[in-house]
């Protein structure tokens, strides 16, 4: 990998390790999963109506939303945050639910060092189905833990304790529900299942982290392979299998190679991450490349994505994102 435009024979070894082991800007249609947890830790007053009538300090709560990702980036300081489906958001205090107002519009906030002195994820009074308001503010002024406003890349569980200020609560029924925070779990952006994750830290202190965007679906035949938190003006490339793996160290680089089998490498598209520490590449899943040549995804199959990179850590040196698991259709 260190010289990775001419990588055929490293990854050739690569390859033999596995076996031997036995091992752009996102689409407007990707979502993200979000679930905060907790419990109600003060009813002030009681509500007396509505879906959490009898609702009681100690009781486990959950807040599922589904968050669509805009056309575009946001910028570091973009407070218009996502938007909400609400359709698919839940509040659940124990056994009793309520989902968000198809007429409202829920919107979720995420702010990168927030004036330059916080990291703040936010959601507020958004109005419930049942004639409610719900609203959290998770504040971190470690400026450590949401370390993007990209709500993509902060995939991942988060717990209270690493953020320094939370609140949490539903205005409901008449009365106003406190919640105890104790856990974020933000899921996937993109396509597939994430596995490997997260990958070996690389020079820049972070994971770098594959998405796959585009349609699962054969008859689309398009998917674009997204490399993200990797150095800055360094080379990668993507791989494809349909075998899983776990291999440290593979050909001594500090990652770890999450394919096995017969790999398959596009090699003719070795990209500079550039200032961003970003490539990307549009493939087809019915022309995927393997050592013996292209094959063609079939329907129910489950194939497998990561990306190879350079890196100086501090010695020239190469590592690999996580991976993402890809079932066609």
């Excluded at 709560?61 to 945050?81: E, I, M, N, Y």
Aim: charged letters at 10%; one cysteine or more.
């Amino acid at each position: 990998m260190h010289h990775l435009p001419n990588t055929v024979s490293k990854l050739a070894r690569i390859v033999a390790a596995a076996a031997v082991a036995g091992l752009a800007a996102p689409a407007a249609a990707q979502e993200v999963s979000i679930r905060l947890s907790g419990h109600v830790s003060s009813l002030a007053p009681a509500p007396t109506s509505g879906p959490f009538l009898g609702a009681s300090v100690g009781e486990a709560v959950t807040l599922d939303l589904v968050a669509l990702l805009p056309g575009s980036p946001h910028p570091q300081f973009d407070a218009r945050g996502y938007s909400v489906d609400p359709s698919r958001s839940v509040l659940r205090v124990g056994s009793r639910e309520d989902s968000f107002a198809l007429a409202g519009s829920p919107s979720l906030g995420v702010w990168n060092d927030y004036l330059g002195l916080r990291d703040w994820f936010q959601m507020f009074n958004d109005p419930l189905s049942q004639g409610g308001l719900v609203r959290f503010d998770l504040l971190d002024s470690s400026r450590a833990v949401v370390d993007s406003s990209q709500l993509e890349l902060l995939r991942g569980t988060y717990s209270a304790a690493q953020f320094s200020t939370t609140s949490f609560g539903a205005q409901v029924g008449g009365g106003f529900l406190e919640f105890s925070f104790d856990e974020l779990i933000v899921g996937n952006g993109g396509i597939g299942e994430v596995y490997c994750a997260p990958a070996i830290a690389n020079s820049t202190g972070s994971a770098a982290l594959l998405q796959v965007i585009g349609s699962a679906a054969l008859s689309a035949n398009s998917l674009t392979l997204q490399a993200r938190r990797l150095p800055t003006n360094t080379f990668g490339c993507f791989l494809v299998s349909a075998t899983q793996a776990s291999v440290p160290n593979p050909g001594g680089s500090q990652g770890r190679l999450c394919l096995g089998g017969a790999i398959g490498r596009y090699q003719a598209s070795v990209l500079s991450s550039g200032a961003s520490g970003f490539i990307e590449l549009a493939v087809a899943p019915l022309a995927l490349p393997q050592p013996t040549g292209p094959v063609a995804a079939q329907a129910g199959e489950t194939w497998n994505f990561q990306a190879w990179y350079r890196d100086a850590n501090p010695l020239s040196t190469s590592n690999f994102t996580d991976a993402v698991a890809v079932t066609f259709q």
